[in-house]
Nanobody, 122 residues
């Protein structure tokens, strides 16, 4: 599976942004998908994940209620809708794919996209 993240950019605090992650291959629908982020000088951290069916979603406490993950298996794409953005959300955002079960754990994921920069600033 090859992953291509896009949709990052500069947004003001309180604004919204939607990231997309397009996957190649016909097995996308069999993978759970995760979003992670990494700010300068910090470790990569879990943002959220969605099960292969789309029926279950999981979020880090820091983004719960503000971010929403969805997927369209017909389009081989997973989305991260980010609302009420804060300066502390500034980071490079990565999508990743796994058939494992510990979806908040970085090492669970087998495939990673290249990352897209999100900057929240006035």
């Amino acid at each position: 599976v090859q992953l291509q993240a896009s949709g990052g950019g500069l947004v003001q605090p309180g604004g919204s942004l939607t990231l997309s992650c397009a996957a190649s291959g016909r097995t996308f629908s069999s993978y759970h998908m995760g979003w992670f982020r990494q700010a300068p000088g910090t470790e990569r951290e879990f943002v959220g994940a969605i099960s292969w069916t789309g029926g279950n979603t999981y979020y880090a406490n820091s983004v719960k209620g503000r971010f929403t993950i969805s997927r369209d298996n017909a389009k081989n794409t997973v989305y991260l809708r980010m609302n009420s953005l804060k300066p502390e959300d500034t980071a490079v955002y990565y999508c990743a794919a796994t058939r494992g079960f510990s979806l908040a754990t970085i090492t669970t994921y087998d495939y990673w996209g290249q990352g897209t920069q999100v900057t929240v600033s006035s």
